[in-house]
Structure formats: structure tokens, C-alpha cells
């Protein structure tokens, strides 16, 4: 078979399946509702926020130029990791140029052919490729299931561990029983490498993260990791902790060491973002309580941030109801297998802070009748979705 029949076979395939994505590029101001991206708070069209990436690039220029240890760390890099740190109440902060970049440099530089891994059956797609990368013996557990992680770290055999899962899980906006989960890791002396790319703006007191709202972000054992890019509105990602964790990842981050670094005017737009934030702990606010009745008008369980995740009986069903909702002026996600972690195709709503209350409320009415017309919420929970591992996603 030649390299256009092997093409054209794997797309024919996709279709048939409903799993076929194409790009939609979208207009700037083309008046759509978006309650499909990740902006959460509305910063990333804030005026100050993009006043300071505005004039960023006006200072600096478009590109930071080189990687992080050449010349491609400005005062603004600093001045951001050293608020992110006091924000979260981290002790130190590194920036990179994508929260992809930020978890798989966490996760290689600390694992490694002597280290074991063991990670929730839910973790991103970059976790997973991390854990890949890093070359460790890797235990995939079910969702949120302590004993199960209690029993993998038991069966470690003296080596190093690291334990990955998210504070708000990205598709289906459940949280980790973290708690529980930094207890059995100080009992086994391992790492809990916590992704709070969705937690970070959303959770806790006043957007810090659900690490913070439970008391955990001083734990010596916990890695935090975050992205830029949602709440805050801007580009890139962070991995926060203890300065020795910093200072490791400087020498021993591959994604880090050879990665240009974050480009000016993202840095300077989430330093504003984190600003705003902090000043305006309303925005978080809003958010469950937008959250909790839209879950109630959708039937659907309430999210411990901000996305909230609508079963559909098909991939084929999915896409015609985000049709209709892109219709009706609203653009939803639609999250097909291979992107949700338990095989179920669903429509991926996000709460915002940033509209006003009209348009706040048509959306609302055009999500419940795409819903009902769909007819998801009782159907496609009786879906068998089978078991669901790294390996398979």
C-alpha cells in the first residue's frame, strides 16, 4: 500500500467512525458565544491584559529570542514566576512556553529506567506522554481510586515514585481526592505531581488552586503544574514547588533546556491576567455559581471547576449537536475517543465569567435545547465504555 492509499484509508476509516477533525478557523469579533475554549475568566480579551501584551512586544519584540538559559529570560519571566509562586503559596515558580512543556518536564526530569510512575487512568494527554518519555516503569490506576494507588506504591520495591493526576480532571470537571492522595504519598515517600491547569484561576480561594484551597500547596512532596493559557488567558505553563525541584529542572528539563523560551508578550499578558485575579476574586466566583445552575438545567453533574461535560450517545450524535449549537450563534467542544478518557463522546461546555448576563442567558437556553433534542443525559450513561489505559488512548 503506498504512502496516498495508507492516507486515504486511515481518513475513510476516521469518517465512517465519526471521529474525522478538521481545523475551523474562526474570525476575530465573529459574535459567537465561545463556551468551547478555555478562558474561563474572559482576561485574555481584558483591556489591561492585553495592554501589557501590547506593549511587551513593543519592548521586547515578538520573540524572547533564545532558550530560557541563553538570553531568553527576561526580568518579565521572573517577575511573573515570583507572583505565581506567592499566588499559589508555592516557594519557587518555572515558566515555559506550553503547560505540554511543563508536564513533560516535570515528569522526565524526575523519573526516569530506576523510578516508578503511577498515574490516574484520566491524566491529560501530556502526563501520558510524559510518563512514555521518562522511560519508568508505569502503573496506570483507575480514576480516583486511592487504594489502588496505595497499592501500587506498596509494590514500588524501594524505587522512587511519582504519582500523576489532575486537581480538576479536563473533560469530565471532577476532582482528585487530593487530599487523600498527598497523605498515601508522604506515607510512601513519593512525589504527587498535581496538574492545575484547570483548578489554576477556578478552584480555592479566590482562583489559587484546589492544592490551596485544601491546604496542601506546602507540602514538600507536591509538585504543582499549570498552564497559562485558560483562566489566565495568555500562553504557556509553569511547574511550581520547593526551589531545589526549580533548581533541578534548570539543569535537567529537556523541554526546558532546548525550547525557546515563553515570547514576551504572553508572559506579560498572564503577569496582568494573575494581577487581575488577584484583585477580582469575583471572577472565580461567578463561575460556580454559572456552573452550578447551568448543570442543573442540563442535568448533568456539577463540576468542581469550570468545565462541565455532556454525554452523548454517539460520536455521530456529538457532532450534530455541536452543529446545532454553532447554529443557534453558541460554540461548544466536542470531545471524541480518543480524546475522553472513558470512551463516551460528549459535548465539553466551559463556564465564563466574562459574559454578560444576556448572552449568558441565551446561551444557557440554546445549550438545554441541543441538549434535550440530543437526549443524552439518560442514554449515553448506559454506554459501556470499557476499560480506558494510557496504552489504549
Not at 1 to 7: D, K, N
Request: net charge neutral; hydrophobic share 45%; with cysteine.
Amino acid at each position: 500500500m503506498s504512502w496516498a492509499e495508507w492516507f486515504a484509508a486511515q481518513r475513510a476509516a476516521r469518517e465512517a467512525a465519526g471521529l474525522h477533525r478538521t481545523l475551523r478557523p474562526r474570525a476575530a469579533g465573529d459574535g459567537f458565544i465561545d463556551l468551547a475554549s478555555n478562558d474561563y475568566l474572559g482576561l485574555s480579551g481584558d483591556p489591561g491584559v492585553r495592554r501589557a501584551a501590547a506593549e511587551a512586544a513593543l519592548v521586547w519584540g515578538a520573540g524572547a529570542g533564545a532558550s530560557r538559559l541563553v538570553t531568553g529570560t527576561t526580568t518579565l519571566h521572573t517577575e511573573l514566576e515570583r507572583e505565581l509562586a506567592e499566588f499559589t503559596g508555592r516557594e519557587a515558580a518555572l515558566v515555559f512556553s506550553t503547560g505540554y512543556h511543563a508536564n513533560l518536564s516535570a515528569v522526565t526530569a524526575l523519573a526516569d529506567r530506576d523510578a516508578m510512575i503511577v498515574s490516574d487512568a484520566h491524566v491529560h494527554a501530556s502526563l501520558i506522554d510524559a510518563a512514555r518519555l521518562s522511560r519508568a516503569a508505569v502503573r496506570v490506576v483507575p480514576h480516583n481510586d486511592v487504594a489502588a494507588v496505595r497499592a501500587a506504591l506498596a509494590a514500588a520495591g524501594g524505587r522512587r515514585a511519582l504519582v500523576l493526576t489532575e486537581s480538576v480532571f479536563s473533560v469530565l470537571g471532577d476532582a482528585a481526592p487530593l487530599a487523600e492522595l498527598t497523605g498515601v504519598c508522604a506515607e510512601h515517600d513519593a512525589l504527587l505531581v498535581v496538574d492545575e491547569a484547570h483548578g489554576l484561576g477556578v478552584a480555592g480561594d479566590g482562583g489559587r488552586g484546589l492544592l490551596h484551597g485544601l491546604g496542601l500547596s506546602r507540602q514538600p512532596h507536591v509538585v504543582m503544574t499549570a498552564t497559562l493559557s485558560k483562566s489566565l488567558g495568555a500562553m504557556g505553563g509553569a511547574v511550581l514547588g520547593s526551589a531545589a525541584l526549580i533548581d533541578h529542572l534548570v539543569n535537567r528539563a529537556r523541554p526546558f533546556i532546548f525550547d525557546t523560551g515563553l515570547a514576551p508578550a504572553p508572559t506579560a499578558g498572564a503577569l496582568a491576567a494573575l494581577r487581575t485575579l488577584r484583585a477580582r476574586p469575583d471572577l472565580p466566583a461567578r463561575i460556580h455559581e454559572r456552573g452550578a445552575a447551568l448543570a442543573e438545567r442540563l442535568d448533568v453533574p456539577r463540576s468542581a471547576g469550570a468545565v462541565l461535560s455532556v454525554p452523548m450517545p454517539s460520536p455521530h450524535v456529538a457532532v450534530t449537536a455541536q452543529a446545532e449549537a454553532l447554529a443557534a450563534g453558541v460554540r461548544v467542544g466536542c470531545f471524541r475517543p480518543p480524546s475522553v478518557p472513558d470512551g463516551i463522546s460528549r459535548l465539553r461546555v466551559t463556564t465564563h465569567a466574562g459574559l454578560d448576563e444576556e448572552r449568558w442567558a441565551r446561551a444557557v437556553d440554546v445549550l438545554a435545547r441541543v441538549a434535550a433534542q440530543s437526549s443524552s443525559s439518560a442514554s449515553a450513561t448506559k454506554i459501556p465504555a470499557g476499560p480506558r489505559t494510557q496504552q489504549s488512548r
